[in-house]
């Protein structure tokens, strides 16, 4: 069983910025792919990035430019840097994991059903 511990959230003035952390217990993310979503109260929970095995990225259109995800193998965490923040991104922001078989579409990184493990969630909030 793999556990997901995220942290970096917090309060933060519109155009400031944060960075989120993932790591997990219990194994390496060596051969994982590893997405943020995060959830607006009031809304469904959205796709934000994602980055697989192979060190490629994908993000959705809202974050694009302004979100940068990466991983350091060494210290096997994933990180969401989030820069040029907005009110509107204020919310929960949770990672999720799992391994192969690898996603064939970016498609496939956009759904929650493509990952097999979560954290508990991060609390992102921007005030204007």
């Known amino acids: 069983q793999v556990q997901l511990v995220e942290s970096g959230g917090g309060l933060v003035q519109a155009g400031g910025s944060l960075r989120l952390s993932c790591a997990p217990s219990?194994?390496?993310?060596?051969?994982?792919?590893v997405g943020w979503f995060r959830q607006a109260p009031g809304k469904e929970r959205e796709f934000v990035a994602a980055?697989?095995?192979?060190?490629?990225?994908y993000y959705a259109d809202s974050v694009k430019g302004r979100f940068t995800i990466s991983r350091e193998i060494a210290k096997n965490t994933v990180y969401l840097q989030m820069n040029s923040l907005k009110p509107e991104d204020t919310a929960v922001y949770s990672c999720?994991?799992?391994?192969?078989?690898?996603?064939?579409?970016?498609?496939?990184?956009?759904?929650?059903?493509?990952?097999?493990?979560w954290g508990q969630g991060t609390q992102v909030t921007v005030s204007s």
């Open positions: 980055i697989n095995w192979s060190g490629f990225t």
């Open positions: 219990g194994r390496t993310f060596s051969n994982y792919r």
């Open positions: 999720a994991a799992d391994g192969p078989p690898t996603c064939s579409s970016y498609k496939c990184y956009q759904k929650e059903a493509a990952y097999e493990y």
